[in-house]
Protein backbone atom coordinates (compact mmCIF):
# COMPACT_ATOMS: atom_id res chain seq x y z
CA UNK A 1 0.00 0.00 0.00
CA UNK A 2 1.61 3.07 -0.91
CA UNK A 3 2.18 5.59 1.49
CA UNK A 4 -0.35 8.18 0.37
CA UNK A 5 -3.60 5.20 -0.53
CA UNK A 6 -5.83 6.73 2.09
CA UNK A 7 -8.80 8.59 0.12
CA UNK A 8 -10.93 10.43 3.34
CA UNK A 9 -13.71 10.90 0.16
CA UNK A 10 -14.60 7.15 0.80
CA UNK A 11 -15.20 7.66 5.09
CA UNK A 12 -16.73 11.15 4.80
CA UNK A 13 -19.58 11.90 6.95
CA UNK A 14 -19.17 8.29 8.59
CA UNK A 15 -19.31 7.54 13.02
CA UNK A 16 -16.13 8.65 13.25
CA UNK A 17 -16.08 12.07 11.80
CA UNK A 18 -18.96 12.79 13.92
CA UNK A 19 -17.61 11.99 16.78
CA UNK A 20 -14.08 14.19 15.48
CA UNK A 21 -16.12 16.88 14.06
CA UNK A 22 -18.71 17.52 16.56
CA UNK A 23 -15.67 17.79 19.42
CA UNK A 24 -13.59 20.03 16.90
CA UNK A 25 -16.15 22.43 16.69
CA UNK A 26 -17.43 22.00 20.45
CA UNK A 27 -13.57 23.25 21.48
CA UNK A 28 -13.59 25.88 18.48
CA UNK A 29 -16.69 27.35 19.93
CA UNK A 30 -15.08 27.54 23.42
CA UNK A 31 -12.34 28.94 22.26
CA UNK A 32 -14.20 31.73 20.23
CA UNK A 33 -16.00 33.15 23.48
CA UNK A 34 -12.44 35.22 24.53
CA UNK A 35 -11.84 38.06 22.47
CA UNK A 36 -8.35 36.97 22.14
CA UNK A 37 -7.38 35.57 18.44
CA UNK A 38 -6.55 31.37 18.41
CA UNK A 39 -4.89 29.68 15.66
CA UNK A 40 -6.36 26.26 14.61
CA UNK A 41 -3.88 23.50 13.34
CA UNK A 42 -5.25 20.71 11.48
CA UNK A 43 -2.42 18.53 10.83
CA UNK A 44 -3.92 16.42 8.55
CA UNK A 45 -6.85 18.50 6.91
CA UNK A 46 -8.49 16.19 3.50
CA UNK A 47 -9.36 18.02 0.62
CA UNK A 48 -11.86 20.33 2.98
CA UNK A 49 -15.36 18.51 2.03
CA UNK A 50 -16.41 15.81 0.28
CA UNK A 51 -19.35 15.13 -2.19
CA UNK A 52 -21.75 12.32 -0.83
CA UNK A 53 -23.68 11.97 -3.86
CA UNK A 54 -21.20 11.68 -6.44
CA UNK A 55 -17.70 9.82 -6.65
CA UNK A 56 -15.74 7.88 -3.83
CA UNK A 57 -18.06 8.48 -1.24
CA UNK A 58 -20.73 5.71 -3.82
CA UNK A 59 -18.92 2.64 -3.02
CA UNK A 60 -19.49 2.36 0.85
CA UNK A 61 -22.09 4.89 1.34
CA UNK A 62 -20.53 5.17 4.90
CA UNK A 63 -21.93 8.69 5.68
CA UNK A 64 -25.24 6.71 5.25
CA UNK A 65 -24.61 4.94 8.73
CA UNK A 66 -23.14 8.18 10.06
CA UNK A 67 -24.33 11.83 9.28
CA UNK A 68 -27.35 10.43 7.87
CA UNK A 69 -28.58 9.53 10.84
CA UNK A 70 -28.74 12.52 12.15
CA UNK A 71 -32.15 14.42 12.13
CA UNK A 72 -32.68 17.15 9.78
CA UNK A 73 -29.31 16.41 7.99
CA UNK A 74 -31.34 15.26 4.46
CA UNK A 75 -34.97 16.05 4.20
CA UNK A 76 -35.34 12.77 2.24
CA UNK A 77 -33.29 11.09 4.27
CA UNK A 78 -35.29 7.89 5.70
CA UNK A 79 -33.13 7.92 8.68
CA UNK A 80 -32.57 10.90 11.41
CA UNK A 81 -34.71 9.18 14.23
CA UNK A 82 -34.37 11.69 17.03
CA UNK A 83 -35.00 15.33 16.00
CA UNK A 84 -34.97 17.06 18.89
CA UNK A 85 -33.00 15.16 21.61
CA UNK A 86 -29.73 15.72 19.66
CA UNK A 87 -27.62 17.57 22.40
CA UNK A 88 -25.59 20.27 21.57
CA UNK A 89 -22.40 19.44 19.81
CA UNK A 90 -24.30 17.09 17.55
CA UNK A 91 -26.96 19.77 16.93
CA UNK A 92 -24.24 21.81 16.07
CA UNK A 93 -22.13 19.65 13.36
CA UNK A 94 -25.28 18.43 11.88
CA UNK A 95 -26.69 21.97 11.02
CA UNK A 96 -23.36 22.72 9.80
CA UNK A 97 -23.30 19.77 7.42
CA UNK A 98 -26.26 20.40 6.51
CA UNK A 99 -26.31 23.99 5.06
CA UNK A 100 -22.81 23.39 3.78
CA UNK A 101 -22.12 23.85 0.05
CA UNK A 102 -18.57 24.52 -1.49
CA UNK A 103 -20.73 27.65 -3.38
CA UNK A 104 -23.92 29.02 -3.09
CA UNK A 105 -25.25 27.49 -6.71
CA UNK A 106 -24.52 23.99 -5.96
CA UNK A 107 -27.49 22.18 -4.71
CA UNK A 108 -25.59 18.26 -4.63
CA UNK A 109 -25.28 16.71 -1.22
CA UNK A 110 -22.21 17.17 0.73
CA UNK A 111 -20.04 16.78 4.01
CA UNK A 112 -17.49 19.37 5.14
CA UNK A 113 -14.11 18.49 6.06
CA UNK A 114 -12.45 19.40 9.19
CA UNK A 115 -10.77 22.80 7.08
CA UNK A 116 -14.56 23.60 6.12
CA UNK A 117 -16.04 23.43 9.92
CA UNK A 118 -13.31 25.43 10.69
CA UNK A 119 -13.44 27.81 8.23
CA UNK A 120 -17.26 28.41 9.44
CA UNK A 121 -16.34 29.15 12.88
CA UNK A 122 -13.22 30.87 12.36
CA UNK A 123 -13.49 34.79 13.41
CA UNK A 124 -11.83 37.74 10.90
CA UNK A 125 -8.71 37.89 13.27
CA UNK A 126 -8.35 34.04 14.04
CA UNK A 127 -5.70 32.28 11.87
CA UNK A 128 -5.77 28.45 10.27
CA UNK A 129 -2.86 26.24 9.25
CA UNK A 130 -3.78 23.11 7.26
CA UNK A 131 -1.37 20.63 6.30
CA UNK A 132 -2.22 18.01 3.74
CA UNK A 133 0.08 15.56 2.00
CA UNK A 134 -2.12 14.33 -0.73
CA UNK A 135 -1.46 16.37 -4.34
CA UNK A 136 -5.51 15.88 -5.21
CA UNK A 137 -6.80 16.33 -1.87
CA UNK A 138 -4.13 19.28 -1.28
CA UNK A 139 -5.31 20.58 -4.89
CA UNK A 140 -8.90 21.18 -3.92
CA UNK A 141 -8.10 22.52 -0.76
CA UNK A 142 -6.46 25.09 -2.15
CA UNK A 143 -9.54 25.82 -4.97
CA UNK A 144 -11.63 26.24 -1.68
CA UNK A 145 -9.76 27.70 0.59
CA UNK A 146 -6.60 29.43 -0.96
CA UNK A 147 -8.43 32.83 -1.22
CA UNK A 148 -9.25 32.71 2.58
CA UNK A 149 -6.24 35.09 3.91
CA UNK A 150 -6.54 33.24 7.74
CA UNK A 151 -5.99 30.40 5.57
CA UNK A 152 -2.04 28.97 5.07
CA UNK A 153 -1.86 25.63 3.22
CA UNK A 154 0.29 23.64 3.32
CA UNK A 155 1.30 20.75 1.26
CA UNK A 156 3.91 19.19 4.04
CA UNK A 157 4.38 16.52 6.36
CA UNK A 158 1.96 17.73 9.49
CA UNK A 159 3.63 15.76 11.99
CA UNK A 160 6.87 17.65 11.16
CA UNK A 161 5.82 20.97 10.55
CA UNK A 162 3.76 21.13 14.17
CA UNK A 163 6.25 22.24 15.92
CA UNK A 164 7.38 25.53 14.12
CA UNK A 165 4.24 26.82 14.89
CA UNK A 166 4.17 26.80 18.29
CA UNK A 167 3.61 28.24 20.77
CA UNK A 168 1.62 30.65 18.88
CA UNK A 169 1.52 34.77 19.22
CA UNK A 170 -1.92 35.16 20.95
CA UNK A 171 -0.82 31.77 23.07
CA UNK A 172 -4.26 30.28 22.30
CA UNK A 173 -4.38 27.02 19.83
CA UNK A 174 -6.37 24.10 19.00
CA UNK A 175 -4.73 21.08 17.58
CA UNK A 176 -6.75 18.89 15.33
CA UNK A 177 -4.29 15.98 14.66
CA UNK A 178 -6.38 13.51 12.30
CA UNK A 179 -3.85 10.68 10.42
CA UNK A 180 -5.27 8.02 8.00
CA UNK A 181 -3.30 5.52 10.71
CA UNK A 182 -3.06 3.28 7.39
CA UNK A 183 0.79 3.59 8.05
CA UNK A 184 3.11 1.86 10.48
CA UNK A 185 5.06 5.13 10.65
CA UNK A 186 1.31 7.40 11.75
CA UNK A 187 1.94 5.33 15.35
CA UNK A 188 5.67 6.61 15.67
CA UNK A 189 5.63 10.12 14.17
CA UNK A 190 2.35 10.65 16.48
CA UNK A 191 3.49 10.49 19.71
CA UNK A 192 6.91 12.35 18.82
CA UNK A 193 5.44 14.62 17.05
CA UNK A 194 3.00 15.32 19.85
CA UNK A 195 5.84 15.46 22.53
CA UNK A 196 7.66 18.24 20.54
CA UNK A 197 4.40 20.05 19.97
CA UNK A 198 3.48 20.02 24.31
CA UNK A 199 7.18 20.38 24.97
CA UNK A 200 6.89 24.30 23.03
CA UNK A 201 3.25 24.44 24.04
CA UNK A 202 2.28 22.60 27.25
CA UNK A 203 -1.33 24.98 26.94
CA UNK A 204 -2.26 23.52 24.24
CA UNK A 205 -6.00 22.46 23.34
CA UNK A 206 -4.79 19.21 21.44
CA UNK A 207 -7.70 16.75 20.08
CA UNK A 208 -6.27 13.67 18.26
CA UNK A 209 -8.88 10.77 16.39
CA UNK A 210 -7.55 7.10 16.79
CA UNK A 211 -9.38 3.80 14.94
CA UNK A 212 -10.11 0.80 17.28
CA UNK A 213 -8.56 -1.64 14.81
CA UNK A 214 -9.66 -5.32 15.79
CA UNK A 215 -5.95 -6.20 14.87
CA UNK A 216 -3.95 -3.78 17.62
CA UNK A 217 -4.19 -3.25 21.12
CA UNK A 218 -5.27 -0.04 21.57
CA UNK A 219 -1.83 1.29 23.33
CA UNK A 220 -1.98 4.63 21.72
CA UNK A 221 -4.62 6.60 23.94
CA UNK A 222 -2.51 5.39 26.86
CA UNK A 223 0.44 6.70 25.28
CA UNK A 224 -0.44 9.92 24.66
CA UNK A 225 -1.52 10.63 27.72
CA UNK A 226 1.36 9.70 29.23
CA UNK A 227 2.81 12.64 26.88
CA UNK A 228 0.59 15.51 29.21
CA UNK A 229 0.63 16.31 33.00
CA UNK A 230 -2.07 18.77 32.87
CA UNK A 231 -5.86 18.32 32.06
CA UNK A 232 -6.93 15.09 29.88
CA UNK A 233 -9.39 12.99 28.93
CA UNK A 234 -10.21 9.96 26.21
CA UNK A 235 -13.93 9.90 24.60
CA UNK A 236 -14.12 6.42 22.72
CA UNK A 237 -17.54 5.38 20.56
CA UNK A 238 -17.31 1.35 19.88
CA UNK A 239 -19.93 0.94 17.21
CA UNK A 240 -19.54 -2.79 16.12
CA UNK A 241 -17.79 -6.27 17.50
CA UNK A 242 -14.96 -6.56 17.23
CA UNK A 243 -12.97 -8.70 14.37
CA UNK A 244 -9.83 -9.30 13.13
CA UNK A 245 -10.84 -6.99 9.96
CA UNK A 246 -11.72 -3.53 9.98
CA UNK A 247 -12.61 -0.49 12.48
CA UNK A 248 -14.85 -1.24 15.48
CA UNK A 249 -14.98 2.40 16.55
CA UNK A 250 -13.06 4.95 17.24
CA UNK A 251 -12.22 7.48 19.99
CA UNK A 252 -10.23 10.82 20.71
CA UNK A 253 -7.77 11.39 23.00
CA UNK A 254 -7.95 15.71 23.98
CA UNK A 255 -5.50 17.26 26.25
CA UNK A 256 -6.33 20.56 27.85
CA UNK A 257 -9.72 20.10 27.27
CA UNK A 258 -12.29 23.28 27.69
CA UNK A 259 -14.33 21.78 31.29
CA UNK A 260 -16.85 22.02 29.95
CA UNK A 261 -16.92 19.54 26.96
CA UNK A 262 -17.35 16.92 29.91
CA UNK A 263 -21.13 18.25 30.16
CA UNK A 264 -20.85 17.93 26.82
CA UNK A 265 -19.95 14.41 26.22
CA UNK A 266 -21.74 12.95 28.88
CA UNK A 267 -24.96 13.72 26.98
CA UNK A 268 -23.33 13.64 23.08
CA UNK A 269 -21.77 10.23 23.78
CA UNK A 270 -24.67 8.06 24.51
CA UNK A 271 -26.87 9.46 21.52
CA UNK A 272 -23.82 8.95 19.24
CA UNK A 273 -23.90 5.56 20.53
CA UNK A 274 -27.47 4.87 20.18
CA UNK A 275 -27.61 6.31 16.69
CA UNK A 276 -24.48 5.60 14.94
CA UNK A 277 -24.38 2.20 16.47
CA UNK A 278 -24.57 -1.28 14.19
CA UNK A 279 -24.26 -4.13 16.58
CA UNK A 280 -22.56 -2.23 19.76
CA UNK A 281 -23.59 0.78 21.44
CA UNK A 282 -21.01 1.46 23.75
CA UNK A 283 -19.09 4.61 24.91
CA UNK A 284 -16.83 5.36 27.47
CA UNK A 285 -15.65 8.47 28.75
CA UNK A 286 -12.45 9.04 31.23
CA UNK A 287 -11.59 12.42 31.84
CA UNK A 288 -8.39 13.21 34.46
CA UNK A 289 -7.88 16.45 36.02
CA UNK A 290 -4.27 16.41 37.88
CA UNK A 291 -4.58 19.08 40.14
CA UNK A 292 -7.32 17.21 41.84
CA UNK A 293 -5.14 14.78 42.73
CA UNK A 294 -4.12 11.37 41.54
CA UNK A 295 -1.87 9.01 43.68
CA UNK A 296 1.18 10.12 45.24
N1 LIG B 1 -8.97 15.85 8.99
C1 LIG B 1 -9.77 15.55 7.80
C2 LIG B 1 -11.22 15.81 8.14
O1 LIG B 1 -11.59 15.70 9.32
O2 LIG B 1 -11.99 16.16 7.25
C3 LIG B 1 -9.57 14.16 7.31
C4 LIG B 1 -8.14 13.74 7.21
S1 LIG B 1 -7.85 12.11 6.67
C5 LIG B 1 -8.32 11.12 8.04
C6 LIG B 1 -6.08 12.07 6.72
C7 LIG B 1 -5.38 12.89 5.63
O3 LIG B 1 -4.00 13.02 5.95
C8 LIG B 1 -5.42 12.30 4.24
O4 LIG B 1 -6.02 13.23 3.38
C9 LIG B 1 -3.94 12.07 3.86
O5 LIG B 1 -3.66 12.34 2.50
C10 LIG B 1 -3.24 13.06 4.75
N2 LIG B 1 -1.86 12.73 5.17
C11 LIG B 1 -1.30 11.52 5.37
N3 LIG B 1 -0.08 11.65 5.94
C12 LIG B 1 0.11 13.00 6.13
C13 LIG B 1 1.17 13.77 6.72
N4 LIG B 1 2.25 13.18 7.23
N5 LIG B 1 1.04 15.11 6.76
C14 LIG B 1 -0.08 15.72 6.27
N6 LIG B 1 -1.11 15.04 5.70
C15 LIG B 1 -1.01 13.70 5.63
Given at each position: ????????????????????????????????????????????????????????????????????????FTRDHSGGETASASPGPLER?????????????????????????????????????????????????????????????????????LKSLLPPPSRRACVFIDP?????????????????????????????????????????????????????????????????????????????????????????????????????????????????????
Amino acid sequence: MGMLSYRHAFHAGNAADILKHSVLLFCLDYLGQKDTPYLCIDTHAGAGFYSLDSGYALQNREWERGIGRLAGFTRDHSGGETASASPGPLERLTALARDFRPCPADSGLYYPGSPALIRALLRPRDRAVCFELHPADFAILKQTLGTDRRFSLRREDGFAGLKSLLPPPSRRACVFIDPPYEIKEDYENLPHSLAGALKRFPTGLYIIWYPLLGNKDAALPETLFGLHRGNRCRAELRTASRTDRGMYGSGLVILNPPWTLKAALESALPVMADLLGEDRHEWDLRWESPSRGRGI
